[in-house]
């Protein structure tokens, strides 16, 4: 027994010792604990609060960085400011992943440009779906996905690239977010649901289910959408209205 187990250790130290070879002592590391080191694209208030979600997960956030022209500090949280224009050469894409943190604008036109930028100069694009979202099988998700907390993610549901997710939404099965979308919190969709690429759906939004959403669409805080919606189509509930009777005169009504 004592020899069975001595020549037992021996060969997985052999193992460990011909992984490191091959691989590397840090990248084996790397690949044990599957830690990555990420770079955040942006400054602003969005980035600022994709690094204090990251400080909860098991990756490892190391720099922040953006355009040359539009650093005005050369840290942040303690971390260095990079200019994009030469990020590879002081964090290379074989030992770092990158995640573009713009908020919507210009249609997420803007979040698509510097994806794309990103991946011309090697980067993987890092995704993040918080711990506390549920998601059931046959779930798929591209690169640059940011998913909030308690989220309902239901069977067959597919994510394409560059889409954020916020919190407590319900995404039914079969449903289709299309590349480079955002959408906030409190929405819930039906099942077989396609929300086409550059859209966005605000706060508290109930889209029905087979209901197919175009391309660089606008659908507006709790709207309710019942049936398709052509590509570039703005859609918005009508603001509350103030009542004429004083809340002393409404009484029981609420």
């Known amino acids: 027994i004592l020899v069975s187990e001595f020549l037992s250790s021996w060969i997985n130290l052999e193992l460990i ?18 830690m990555q080191k990420i770079v955040i694209f942006g400054t602003g208030e969005l980035a600022q609060r994709i690094f204090f979600y990251l400080k909860d997960s098991e990756d490892d956030v190391v720099a922040f960085s953006a355009n ?66 549920k998601i059931w099988d046959e779930f798929e998700m591209g690169e640059n996905c940011f998913i909030l907390a308690e989220n309902i ?27 480079n979308c955002f959408l906030t919190s409190n929405i819930t969709l039906g099942g077989h649901i396609t929300i086409g690429a550059n859209s966005f759906v605000g706060l508290s939004a109930t889209i029905n289910q087979r209901v197919k959403i175009g391309e660089e669409c606008i659908i507006g805080a709790g709207t309710l959408i019942t049936k398709d919606v052509n590509d570039k189509e703005v859609y918005a509930e009508n603001s509350s209205k103030k009542l004429p009777q004083p809340s002393d005169e409404i009484g029981d009504m609420i």
């Open 153 to 179: 993610i239901q069977p067959f549901v597919k994510i394409g690239d560059n889409v954020l997710i916020g919190s407590n939404n319900l995404i039914s099965h079969n449903t289709i977010i299309e590349d």
């Open 17 to 34: 010792l011909v992984c490191i070879h091959e691989y590397g002592l840090n990248n084996m590391i790397k690949k044990i604990f599957q």
């Open 68 to 133: 040359k022209a539009n650093i005005d500090s050369d840290e942040l949280f303690g971390l260095p400011v990079v200019a994009f224009e030469n990020i590879e050469k002081t964090y290379p894409p074989d030992d770092h992943s990158m995640f573009i943190a713009l908020a919507y604008s210009e249609m997420n036109k803007k979040r698509t440009k510097f994806f794309d930028e990103a991946k011309s100069k090697g980067y993987e694009l890092y995704s993040y779906i918080h711990p506390s979202t």
